[in-house]
């Protein structure tokens, strides 16, 4: 048994089958892959406290499968020291942290805290893996909770963290009690579930849907799921039980004898009318005017019967806002730009029936289109009292599982989201056909592009496409063959980085490697996903580098030279931002041997006294090239001496100097270095004397060591040794305190990090981006990423492209996405810069490439709002009232008019413009939006 292995069982006294950290990571790595090969509705997955399994993972190793945002254990992944180092094995599993404080731990169902992010405050992990770390450390409390199959074809799985909460008000005696289920279980279970509680027969008992405390609809004994019966997370269910022998509930009877208008929330498709819409209760029928409810596409038979869809006749339409129905608000904010978007709020008021498309294989059958037509309707019909988009949520969980529960999510992704299925349901045409896409070849752009377009065109033809879908030209170009492709594909928003997201910050010190001047570090921008070769030419410019001049680059670690990074097509991905990266400038030309020079101090205070000490690096080493050969020590110790020439101190008598130290300055230091070319050549003289003068006394002769790549001394260099030739020559150089006295060493230490983490500089108005530069940094080319690879057809490879971007047709409707969020597997961040956006006359002419002789004149009408952080963000909306030329604030349920100057913060997020032309309607003008058939 080895040392190691001792350590285990020791620290795993009373535990079971104690295991090495690679053996348990490689265990459960399998148990990941089994389970994950195995997924179906009803598997139990385990929560598990990301505070204790991030110690987990920095002991035995990332999981694959599982991950987890913590710091620590993203460093400890990205870390290059040996193994050796291993964490501390953690104690028992510890979930304290994320259980609710309102448990009882003995019971049979522990709840978690409210709004906790996975990855972030917990992970998910297979049953099969829980019973194995338990097995390993014990702890808990254990918290299963079952995987559920969502969305219209149930292939898309979930665990269902946080289950359906309830409040049950017995009508009996007004009593509350709370119930938990599965957002899956039946109304058949509820019933059973209420019942038992109440000690009510279930046959005697009636439960209703008391969403906001008023009676919504009958909740009908069958197989319906909670989820489909659209009811939410905290909502009240209120359960009626008769005296004896009134059973008026359950005939459809109030206690008065009147018939009960049951309202469900969904009937069936053959109730639905669109067309002609009803006709009000003041008798007149409704026109065209934005302001009117038509009619509600799900409920038009009802109208009489429900005073939920009065038009509040004198009142505004538009001025609705929608209820929070629990981290809703991201929803509601993209809801309030498309509902308030003119040629949308037209069509939706109008009969649109025939164009739903229910046979589309990519569609929703029709049913999201009018979930959001009924929103729509309701909206513009109910003044300014707020709404509750149960139906439309529960739509949306339906056919997008990603959306349902009650966590935030991002406005954005919903956005496209609802448009893409908005576009599919309202789909014009009802069979795709095929069609092969043709490379450009060379021919005219115009050409091509209406090619793509019409090839579009007759696979999609829609509202969206009408109004909302514009066309850009892709060019691609391979780096190895040459290779070009254009493409031209259709867009419903763009995406626009800030500037800062697409390019990086780096700082590099520069060091001469012909001693003629001090290190000094720049810091530049480069593209993100650019390569070495553009952080070298940025280093050029920035440090002035002569033609006949060239820079090495090579990250520094531990006070040694990691590596180099002498491929010009490295991907600067590879270089972290707490690295440290230095460029060495050195001389064109044929160079035979890289001398490579690392400092040492002998450190007399270590335990190691035996032999006086122990010598330890420090400062960062010092590149420079020889072409002599053969080469000896002799000109080792003259190029040591060259290279360490700016840090050499002079007396004050030979050169005045204001940074005087122990009588002794740096020569060339200081904010002086480059005051005069006079000053230069004195300090150059004093340099050239002072250095001649030591050698001649053989007071700065150097103690240089022979050192293998492992940084072990081999022998010692004297000036007569001849060293053996090769491409690297790799010594040390063993400081005492009377090169201490001669050299300045300070300007070898405190390397600066390629970006200093945490540092923040405090944003200023003047300091905004315009929305222009934005759109600049969107169709600036730009290598591809590493994870998004081109396939080259001419090399049959896989190849890292410049891609190019420019805008072709724009729609009338545009929408601009800022891309504020940034993600990856270990770091989320959130960019608060402001963006300076018109309001009026957006005028992007020079953009477009093509010249159809549209106008490119944008006005802007809606905005999408993010506050805060990541965890706890929230989203408002602004929306112009175009008739009133007015913009009100849409903070869920609270609306409020605002002023114009008001709309710009750095929180806009989502921008949404319309085409400024006499067809659209614009400052009060009429409108007839233009949908082929």
């Given amino acids: 048994m080895t040392i190691t292995d001792s350590r285990f069982l020791i620290e795993n006294e009373g535990s079971c089958l104690p295991h090495p950290p690679e053996e348990e990571n490689r265990i459960i790595a399998e148990l990941m892959k089994d389970s994950e090969s195995n997924l179906k509705e009803g598997n139990l997955y385990y929560i598990i406290s990301n505070r204790w399994f991030s110690r987990w993972q920095r002991y035995a190793g990332p999981c694959i499968g599982i991950f987890s945002t913590d710091e620590q254990s993203s460093d400890c992944r990205q870390s290059k020291v040996a193994c050796s180092e291993i964490s501390d094995r953690p104690g028992p599993i510890d979930n304290s942290d994320i259980v609710s404080n309102d448990n009882d731990w003995e019971g049979n169902y522990i709840e978690i805290r409210r709004m906790l992010e996975e990855g972030s405050d917990y992970v998910l992990v297979p049953q099969k893996v829980w019973e194995k770390l338990y097995e390993w450390y014990s702890g808990g409390p254990p918290l299963p909770r079952k995987l559920i199959s969502q969305g219209v074809e149930h292939n898309k799985y979930n665990v269902e963290v946080y289950p359906l909460c309830l409040k049950v008000i017995d009508s009996r005696d007004n009593s509350e009690s709370v119930i938990k289920l599965s957002k899956k279980a039946t109304i058949c279970e509820l019933y059973e579930i209420v019942c038992k509680l109440r000690g009510v027969e279930q046959e005697k008992a009636c439960i209703w849907d008391y969403f906001n405390e008023k009676k919504n609809s009958l909740l009908i004994v069958s197989d319906q799921t909670l989820e489909d019966a659209n009811l939410m997370m905290d909502q009240h269910i209120f359960l009626e039980v008769p005296l004896d022998g009134d059973h008026s509930s359950q005939s459809g009877m109030d206690s008065g004898g009147n018939e009960l208008a049951l309202v469900p929330l969904e009937p069936s498709r053959s109730a639905v009318s669109i067309a002609g819409g009803p006709t009000l209760s003041n008798g007149h029928s409704i026109g065209s005017n934005f302001n009117l409810y038509q009619g509600s596409s799900l409920n038009s038979v009802l109208m009489d019967t429900d005073d939920r869809y009065d038009v509040y006749r004198g009142e505004k339409g538009g001025l609705a806002g929608l209820q929070n129905l629990g981290n809703t608000c991201f929803m509601n904010s993209a809801i309030q730009c498309l509902v308030h978007t003119p040629p949308l709020v037209e069509y939706f008021l109008q009969d649109y029936s025939e164009e739903i498309n229910m046979d589309n294989p990519l569609g929703m059958r029709g049913e999201l289109a009018l979930a959001f037509g009924d929103l729509l309707r309701k909206l513009w019909s109910s003044g300014r009292t707020a709404v509750a988009p149960r139906v439309f949520k529960g739509k949306l969980a339906r056919f997008a599982p990603q959306f349902s529960g009650y966590n935030q999510h991002d406005s954005q992704e919903l956005l496209a989201f609802l448009l893409d299925g908005l576009h599919e349901d309202l789909n014009r045409v009802k069979q795709k056909p095929y069609i092969e896409m043709k490379d450009s070849d060379g021919r005219p752009d115009t050409e091509v592009a209406f090619e793509c377009w019409k090839n579009h065109m007759a696979r999609n033809d829609s509202l969206i496409v009408d109004v909302c879908q514009g066309q850009y030209k892709s060019t691609l170009v391979c780096p190895v063959c040459g290779k070009i492709s254009i493409t031209f594909d259709p867009f419903m928003y763009l995406s626009l980085p800030l500037p800062s997201t697409v390019s990086r910050t780096m700082t590099v010190t520069v060091f001469y490697g012909d001693g003629s001047g001090l ?102 080493p010092l590149v420079t090239y020889f072409g002599e050969d053969p080469l000896y020590g002799t000109h080792i110790e003259a190029a040591v001496h060259r290279i360490l020439s700016p840090l050499r101190r002079v007396y004050c008598s030979n050169l005045s100097h204001s940074g005087k130290e122990n009588g002794f300055i740096s020569v060339g230091g200081g904010e002086q270095l480059a005051s005069s070319s006079a000053q230069y050549g004195s300090r150059k003289q004093a340099i050239e004397s002072r250095e001649q003068e030591g050698t001649s006394s053989g007071e700065s002769s150097f103690q240089l060591v022979l050192t293998n790549e492992r940084g072990l001394s081999c022998n010692r260099i004297e000036k007569d040794s001849l060293i053996k030739p090769g491409q690297l020559v790799r010594v040390s150089l063993d400081w005492t305190d009377k090169e201490h006295e001669l050299y300045d060493a300070s300007y ?51 190849r890292q492209a410049t891609k190019k971007l420019d805008l072709w047709k724009l729609p009338d409707i545009l929408v601009f996405h800022l891309k504020r969020f940034s993600y990856n597997r270990y770091l989320k961040n959130k960019l608060d810069t402001f963006v300076n956006f018109p309001i009026r006359n957006l005028d992007l002419t020079k953009y477009v490439k093509s010249k159809d002789g549209q106008s490119y004149v944008y006005d802007l009408y809606a905005i999408s709002n993010h506050y805060g952080g990541l965890g706890g963000g929230h989203y408002t909306a602004y929306a112009k009232l175009i008739d009133e030329n007015r913009w009100y604030h849409f903070d869920d349920s609270h609306v409020s008019p605002v002023t114009e100057a008001e709309i710009k913060s750095s929180a806009a997020y989502v921008l949404f413009y319309q085409r400024a032309r006499s067809n659209i309607k614009m400052e009060g003008e009429t409108s007839h939006c233009h949908t082929s058939s």
């Fill in 519 to 620: 290190p000094m570090p720049y810091t530049v921008n480069v593209l993100k996903h650019g390569c070495c070769r553009d952080l070298s030419h940025a280093l050029s410019t920035a440090c002035c580098l002569n033609n006949d001049e060239m820079l090495l680059l090579a990250e520094v670690y531990e006070h040694k030279i990691y590596r180099y990074l002498e491929n010009p097509l490295e991907p600067l991905a590879s270089i972290k931002d707490d690295e440290h990266i230095v460029a060495y400038r050195l001389k064109r030309g044929e160079q035979k041997t890289k001398l490579e020079i690392i400092h040492r101090w002998l450190d007399k205070c270590s335990p190691d006294n035996m032999k006086g000490g122990e010598r330890k690096l420090f400062g960062t």
């Fill in 748 to 798: 070898l230490r405190d390397l600066p990090e390629v970006y200093k983490t945490g540092f923040t500089v405090k944003k200023t108005r003047q300091e905004a981006i315009s929305l222009f530069s934005c759109l600049e940094a969107f169709l600036t080319e730009e290598p591809l990423g590493p994870d998004d690879m081109w396939y080259c057809p001419r090399c049959k490879e896989h």
